[in-house]
Structure formats: C-alpha cells, structure tokens
C-alpha cells in the first residue's frame, strides 16, 4: 500500500482547501491516498461535494477537536 | 466530433442556466471558478459564529453537483492583485473593478481552453444585468480585450448579440440560445424552475467584498496609510473580520466583535501584536503598526477594554503580547463611548 500524502489545510478558509487539495492530487497516479487536514467547518460539505464531482473517494472523515480530517483516495477519472 | 466547453462558475444562477443550455446541446461542460480572495459567503460563515448556524455550502460546487460536471477552481490571488490595483476601466461605486475582472477571468478561461483542449467559453452574462460589466457595449469589449473574442459565447443573451463561432460552425443551435436582457430575474427563475433548479443562490448585492462600501473604505485605508497601493492575501482576509479603528497614523487596531471573530484572530497572533481583555471577558485584537509609545499602548488597550464586559468598569486589566509571544500587563480605564471619535472608526 502506497504512502498517504499530508496536506495541511489548517487556518484557511473555503475554498483554499479544496484549492490545496485539488493541486496536491492532480500529479498523483490513480489510487492515491491524501490525508487533508482543515479547520474551516465549510470543509465538511466542500471537501466531499469536490470529490464527489472529481470522480474521487473520501474514505474517511472525523473531526479532532477543531480540525476536520479527510482521508481522500484519487479515482481513475479524476484530475 | 464532440465539442467542449468550459463555463465559467460563480455559483450563481445565470451561470447555472448558461452552462445548462449548453449541456442540453450535447456539448460536454467543464467549469472553472476563480479564486480573488474578495469571496463573500464562505468566509463570512467561516469566521462568524452567528452565520454558522446557516447550512454553509460552496455555491460554485453545489452548482457543478447539480449539472453534473468537474469544476476546477483555480487560485488567482497574485495575478489579480493587478486587476484590483491599477484596473484599465476604472472602478464602479465602490473599488469593484468588475470590467477589468470579467476580462481577466475570460481571459483565464481562454488561457485555459487553449491548454486543455476545450473548444469555447461560455459565461452567464446577461445583457443589462450588471450596471457596468454587462452593458450592451462591453459586451464585445470582454471578447476582444480577453484575446478570447468569437470563442466567447453567452447562451443567455445570444440572441441579442453577434453570432459567435460555435453558433456560426455549428457547434451549437443559435435558435436554442436565448436573448434575455435587463435588470429582471423572473426569465432566469422560470428557466430554473422549468430545469428543476429550486435552491439556488441569489446574493443580493454580490458575491466580492469589493462591492461593498464598507470594505472598499478600509482597503482604501490600507493603501493610504501604507502609502502605496498594494497587498497581501492576509490583508485582504483581515477587512473582512472585526471593527477597524485607527486612532493615528502610526497603527490601527483589529477588534473581534464576537467569539468567532476571535478565533480567527487567534491564528494571527505569531504575525501581529495582540491585545486580550483579562480581567474581564473581551475581544482580542491585533494591533498593525509597529513600536507603538507607551501612550499608544494605553490607547489601544483603552479602546480594547471599552468593546470588553468591563466598559463601565474603573479599571480593566489587558494583556499585551508581541509576535514571539512575550507579554506584559496593561492596567486601563476603558474609554467611553465619545472618547471614539467617529473618524477613527474605518468603516
């Protein structure tokens, strides 16, 4: 199982995250896991409304105090 | 063989209907939403607690889940800075270079086309709608200045406007497009209502800071006390939080008007000074400006400590920290509410 790649999205607002995200993933291979860290409580719709109209998988979200964590997979479609 | 194109997406409705009317020629849509930094909604909801207890959604993804395509939202924060700063076609009522901003972010679109192999741009402009950027004649004014020119098609107002290539080649049925004009949005809202759109975004007003007055006043501010026109993306998000209130030329003070609003601040306190209410429950506030006198200190603890539970108290105990966290006590008797001048108030 490949590595999963952190991305710290803490103190930025929507749609920085997503932006963050959207970059990270987009020179990863198909199947690649991200783990994105946020504190924007909008993260929790936009993160998987992104995903979801990617063509990418959240595997996993929780919230740790005030960070909302997503474990992302990259789908074979997406960017 | 099949076209594509990509609609620009601000999240509101005549982009929706412009990308849907295409859609329904059998063109495949792609959108692209530019991130300015100016963005209203999400940040508001992001940073005050009592816009939180509204669902809080990205309207440009809502509206690429409701058509079904990939957004690509693309950060424009450096390149934009120009656009705000010295725009070619002047301001509108506040510091909104919404003409100069249509023909950057077209001309965004066409840079984009041209790299991933898209064939026209599409926009929900409307003929009439805005009182600058969508007048009759600015229309041709976006195409030709964006270099995007006849690949530039608005499917809402088509019908009043030159035929573009992809009408002209065929790529799509002119008669399918439509020729709305003004300032009236029952066509859009019988159109939605007729796709089966029924929750979409309508901002009054706007979705950039930049229309707004208040805002514009304290961007103005910025550069005037800085003395040059220019600025940081913190700086930016910083207008959009809390009462600013500069009490001299040599500093301003950033003060939370509610919880939420101090959280936020909280994430500045390694970049600016801060002050904090102790002895009673108060805002935080940044203070921008360095080596402030010790009279200056007293002065922006003193304005601190008057939007703090202890306003009416003799006296108030603050505590002032420096960006690598050593603090010191402040002692204060809060200032009344006629000791604020109202020309220290930025808004």
């Known amino acids: 199982m490949s590595d999963v790649v952190e991305v710290d999205a803490r103190r930025l607002l929507c749609p920085m995250p997503v932006i963050r995200l959207q970059d990270r993933i987009e020179s990863l291979p198909p199947g690649s896991e991200v783990r994105i860290t946020c504190t924007d409580p909008g993260t929790q719709n936009d993160i998987p409304t992104w995903c979801r109209i990617n063509g990418h998988s959240v595997l996993s979200s929780c919230q740790q105090q005030d960070d909302y964590v997503f474990l992302v997979r990259k789908g074979t479609d997406g960017d | ?347």
């Open chain 2, 1 to 347: 063989m099949a076209r594509k194109a990509v609609a620009l997406i601000s999240g509101g409705l005549d982009s929706l209907l412009a990308a849907k009317l295409i859609q329904q020629q059998g063109i495949e849509v792609e959108g692209i939403n530019f991130f300015t930094g100016f963005c209203v909604e999400g940040h508001t909801h992001a940073i005050r607690n009592r816009d939180r207890s509204r669902a809080k959604r990205n309207n440009a993804l809502w509206v690429a889940e409701q058509l079904g395509i990939k957004l690509h939202i693309i950060d424009i924060v450096e390149e934009y800075k120009s656009v705000v700063i010295n725009p070619r076609h002047g301001y509108g009522s506040n510091l909104n270079p919404c003409l100069d901003c249509k023909i950057f972010m077209v001309q965004k679109a066409h840079q984009w086309i041209r790299e991933h192999g898209f064939d026209f741009i599409i926009t929900g402009e409307v003929i009439g709608q805005r009182p600058k950027s969508q007048r009759s004649r600015f229309m041709p004014v976006i195409a030709d200045e964006s270099g995007a020119e006849d690949l530039l098609l608005r499917p809402l107002s088509a019908r009043n406007l030159e035929p573009t290539r992809p009408e002209l080649e065929g790529w799509v049925d002119r008669e399918r497009l439509l020729g709305l004009s003004g300032r009236s949005r029952k066509p859009q809202m019988a159109l939605a209502a007729e796709f089966g759109f029924t929750d979409y975004a309508q901002p009054a007003g706007g979705c950039c800071f930049l229309t707004d007055r208040s805002y514009s006043v304290k961007l103005k501010d910025l550069w005037d006390n800085r003395g040059r026109r220019e600025y940081e993306i913190d700086d930016i998000m910083l207008l959009k939080v809390g009462r600013h209130i500069r009490p001299s030329t040599a500093f301003k003070l950033i003060i939370a008007r509610e919880e939420g609003e101090t959280r936020y601040l909280s994430g500045y306190r390694r970049q600016y000074q801060t002050i904090k209410t102790v002895s009673h429950a108060g805002p935080l506030a940044l203070i921008e400006g360095d080596r402030l006198d010790p009279e200056q200190l007293e002065l922006a603890c003193a304005i601190t400590a008057r939007f703090s539970q202890g306003r009416d108290a003799d006296s108030v105990e603050l505590c002032f920290s420096d960006r690598e966290q050593s603090s010191q006590s402040v002692h204060v008797r809060p200032l009344r509410a006629e000791q604020i001048p109202a020309e220290w108030v930025i808004a």
